[in-house]
Nanobody, 116 residues
């Protein structure tokens, strides 16, 4: 069983920055399996924001390219999402996701609100 714990969300003004963290309970999970960050705004479907493969390749939703960066620290079993130049439309609950074997696991989510 894999547990993912997100942190780092909060209220920020437009143009501001936040860094989300996702810590995994097991060792070497993110180094061995693909993981990513998703978000879900009220009334909308959950969407992929950024992903990172076991080899370190990354991809991003068009709406966040150039503003968000996904990274990981294998020693800390943690994946990060650095979010810069935040916009009101980035407001959502952000979820961490990883694969482990054939199963997928989600974190509990962390709220990000971008508002003046």
């Amino acid at each position: 069983q894999v547990q993912l714990v997100e942190s780092g969300g909060g209220l920020v003004q437009p143009g501001g920055s936040l860094r989300l963290s996702c810590a995994a309970s097991g060792s070497s999970i993110f180094r061995r399996y693909a993981s990513g960050w998703y978000r879900q705004a009220p009334g909308k479907q959950r969407e992929l924001v950024a992903a990172i493969t076991s080899g370190g390749s990354t991809n991003y939703a068009d709406s966040v390219k150039g503003r968000f960066t996904i990274s990981r620290d294998n020693a800390k079993n943690t994946v990060y999402l650095q979010m810069n130049n935040l916009k009101p439309e980035d407001t959502a609950v952000y979820y961490c996701h990883t694969y482990y074997g054939s199963a997928g696991y989600w974190g509990q989510g962390t709220q990000v609100t971008v508002s003046s």
